[in-house]
């Protein structure tokens, strides 16, 4: 067991916890989407117009190598094609469906997915980056060989000298870090039943609004 003294004096940060995903680009979004939709449709026993199976493949190839050759302009036409292929296949089972509330949960996830999907934009806030993880945020955090980072934010607390940790929280919705400064330091308290004397923190805790019972010193 941790000695008392030593709980009393904690070092806490953040970092992002990444999820095993692919990088997220669109096109792989809007191919991946529109054969859930038409999973969800053969389930159903709905005939669609067109499932576009061989054209996604084809467009899927030609935006890796558009990509690979630079070639910008031809990529975003091509995956401009991927959205649209999505959006009509999402409206042609929408048409078709009796009720959304005839779909089991997991169907009514991936028809509210590919809604989102179709109605995002480049700058839109809350955006999905992620079909089989939706909690996934774009986290920069200021490295120079990776400027964003994509998962979820995560709190650690770690004691100062040993460097045992004591605590470790994620904060979905990229929260900033001196507001998730007070729920760290409780859930610190309540699992080892010290509360922390001095807390060391970096720069990006700046405006904590911690008074009282710790002294929060910042690097």
Same mark, same amino acid.
């Given at each position: 067991a941790l000695k008392r003294a030593s709980l009393k004096r904690v070092v806490v940060d953040s970092t992002v916890q990444e999820k095993a995903i692919a990088h997220p680009t669109d096109a792989k979004l809007f191919n991946r989407c529109r054969q859930q939709l038409v999973e969800v449709a053969h389930q159903q026993g709905i005939g669609l117009r067109q499932t576009y199976a061989k054209a996604g493949r084809r467009l899927m190839l030609k935006v890796g190598r558009y990509g690979h050759a630079r070639q910008y302009k031809r990529m975003r036409r091509c995956i401009k094609q991927l959205k649209n292929? %999505?959006?009509?296949?999402?409206?042609?089972?929408?048409?078709?469906?009796? /009720?959304?509330?005839?779909?089991?949960?997991?169907?009514?996830?991936? %028809?509210?997915?590919?809604?989102?999907?179709?109605?995002?934009?480049?700058? /839109?806030k809350n955006k999905l980056y992620s079909l089989h993880a939706p909690e996934v945020d774009c986290i920069a955090k200021g490295k120079a060989h990776k400027r964003y980072e994509f998962g979820v934010k995560a709190s650690v607390v770690t004691t100062l000298k040993q460097c045992f940790v004591v605590g470790a929280r994620s904060y979905p919705g990229n929260p900033y870090d001196g507001h998730t400064l007070q729920n760290q330091l409780e859930q610190t308290e309540i699992l080892t039943e010290v509360m922390p004397q001095e807390t060391y923190v970096d720069r990006g805790y700046r405006g904590h609004g911690i008074e009282g019972k710790t002294q929060v010193i910042i690097a």
């Open positions: 292929h %999505m959006g009509r296949v999402y409206r042609d089972l929408l048409r078709q469906l009796p /009720s959304e509330n005839a779909l089991n949960p997991q169907q009514q996830t991936v %028809m509210a997915q590919a809604r989102e999907l179709w109605i995002q934009g480049k700058h /839109s």
